[in-house]
């Protein structure tokens, strides 16, 4: 584990928060390794329904840590702990929400991608400058990106390196909501305890759906329905729905 990244549980919350502000969070080997794990550990454990991950005020990460980057570079990889953890990300069965508040750079906003919803604040700037290093996108970033927002606004991001502002990253659909930096901490827990008081199942199955690579109409209404059809036989279904009607009356 890493002394840079705190875990806190808040009822059935994983929070992994970032802590390197010396730094701006800049993000070395160790602290994806604890990322990964986190994600891990909490993914199999039935008490935790959703993911939260926070930065800093003022910085949810400036990106890797050049020198231990390099370090990594001089032995021709990205280095394991980097992958490991986007596997872990990318891979999440339960859902995964973020609050951005100030600088978030290449994987500071590639991470994003993600997320299932993205809070950040006024004052939150989007940037990846990968080619003005020499280098290209990560984190299935060249893949998503397009697909979320469109092909020249994931060029202007990927490939130009411009910086999106909290707002253009709302209008391009990185993030959900902005809030003043006071309110966002709350926002972003909020929102957790919403999805975690909903049928885990349920909500894991929508999750996958949802990200779930294009497939014909036909085959997705037919996955669909074959899950809808299991759900209905369900215990979790059961007790739902039968909160449900008790409320109606």
């Known amino acids: 584990m890493s002394q840079h990244i705190e875990i806190e549980l ?7 928060r970032i802590a390197r502000p010396e730094k701006k969070n800049a ?12 994600l891990r550990t909490g993914d199999a454990d039935d008490v ?9 005020p003022g910085a949810f990460s400036a990106g890797n840590d050049m020198q231990d980057f390099m370090a990594a570079a001089m032995g021709g990889t990205m280095g394991n702990e980097v992958l490991d953890f986007l596997e872990a990300l990318s891979t999440a ?17 590639t991470i994003h991608l993600h997320c299932d919803l993205t809070f950040a604040t006024p004052q939150s700037l989007f940037r990846t ?28 991001l990927l ?16 993030v959900h909501r902005i809030v003043e930096p006071a309110g966002l901490e709350p926002a972003v827990l909020e929102a957790a305890q919403a999805i975690a008081a909903r049928p885990p199942q ?7 759906l949802l990200r779930t690579p294009d497939e014909p109409a036909g085959e997705r209404i037919a996955r669909e329905a074959k899950h809808f059809a299991e759900r209905l036989g369900s215990q979790e279904a059961r007790e739902a729905v039968a909160a449900f009607l008790a409320r109606k009356k």
């Open 202 to 208: 349920a909500m894991q199955l929508t999750k996958a």
């Open 93 to 109: 069965k339960k859902p995964v929400v973020s609050g951005v508040d100030g600088l978030a750079i290449g994987i500071g906003t």
């Open 48 to 56: 935790i329904r959703v993911h939260v991950i926070f930065g800093q």
């Open 159 to 174: 490939a130009l390196g411009e910086g999106f502002s909290a707002e253009a990253a709302k209008e391009a659909g990185l």
């Open 10 to 16: 808040s009822g059935a919350v994983q929070i992994i």
């Open 27 to 38: 993000l070395t080997r160790a602290m994806y390794a604890a990322m990964a794990e986190a």
């Open 129 to 156: 400058p990968f080619v003005d290093l020499g280098l290209v996108p990560e984190a299935g970033s060249s893949l998503l990106a397009p697909r979320l927002m469109g092909y020249q606004r994931a060029f202007a």
